[in-house]
DNA sequence: GCCCAGATAATAATATTTCTTATCTAGGAT
DNA sequence: ATCCTAGATAAGAAATATTATTATCTGGGC
């Protein structure tokens, strides 16, 4: 089956809906992102679009999944900020973590804890720990763009 | 209170159990890290610790977070593979990541699904998702684990 | 105190991500 | 169809993060 029609139709009515652009750039990395498996990587969409548009720059590869990303086509595997941050809090506890700004924010819930290893998770190797992570928009980034729109 | 003794226990008990050296800068960063508040960065430790500790390199402290990682200390914070990867996948799934070669397995769970987000997340902001996030050693890298120890 | 496997510092190299600026183009207006 | 321009891109440089190399140093068992 090619679905490549209809999938490209997402794209186009998420650009239009958002009043952006549909450039060759942006249809060939929303391709690629539907050919990929897994996660990938910005690397591994770059390279692949290069083969198909060799002038592309991975500044616009990196601008478009951004891009992408506040469309809510793709989503970002946690801290998108490029610097690893650590939990010196080992003790069971989730995450909210802001798709703005990437802060993380520690929280527990008495409803939800302790929280159970789902017996499908298990078959990926030996579990070390879980917990709940949470994506959105944290109060501060929330005030911060509603100031900028005025 | 002064608890910085009762938490160099923990240090101390953790590095000679592996048969691993106490010296200054684990000492420096294992103190920086429990000063530390939210989810330190490395820059962030390197910078604390070099105050009290000019001439320490940023690949000591690389090593050294990378050694308490593995040591159960401090938990890093999802990818440490400094890439940043995309989830093409945008319904709800959940993740196994794997803290040593840091692949990301996704899966669906009967039994939990749908996640409903608890009610001490929202009060962060505005909630886009919620998922899983199972850590753990993956079966390629148990496997290749117990090869090397032969 | 001596010794040496393990640990570190200094430096360079590599990888990732962002910035700057000149050029180009999608798509609405004409 | 052509023109026009705000928005988008390419190229290159720069900033930042991370890892590798190698010579030197040191914790802790003897």
Redesign the pocket.
């Known amino acids: 089956m090619d679905t490549s029609g209809s999938e490209l139709s997402v794209l186009s009515a998420a650009?239009k809906g958002a009043g952006?652009?549909?450039?060759?750039?942006?249809i060939e990395v929303f391709s690629e992102l539907q050919a990929s498996h897994g996660h990938p990587?910005?690397?591994e969409i770059y390279e692949g679009v290069r083969k198909r548009?060799p002038?592309?720059?991975?500044?616009?590869v990196?601008?478009?999944l951004?891009l992408f990303s506040e469309l809510g086509l793709i989503i970002p595997h946690s801290s998108t900020?490029?610097?690893?941050r650590f939990d010196v809090n080992v003790h069971e506890h989730h995450h909210f973590v802001c798709t703005r700004c990437s802060r993380i924010f520690d929280f527990t819930s008495s409803s939800i804890d302790p929280l159970e290893v789902p017996r499908e998770a298990e078959s990926f190797g030996e579990v070390q720990g879980v917990q709940l992570e949470v994506r959105g928009i944290c109060r501060d980034c929330l005030r911060r763009e509603r100031t900028q729109e005025e």
Chains 1, 2 share one sequence.
Do not use: A, G
Request: charge should be positive; aromatic fraction near 4%.
């Open positions: 650009l952006i652009r549909m450039t060759h750039q942006r990587s910005v690397t548009l002038s592309i720059s991975p500044d616009t990196y601008r478009t951004r900020s490029s610097v690893t």
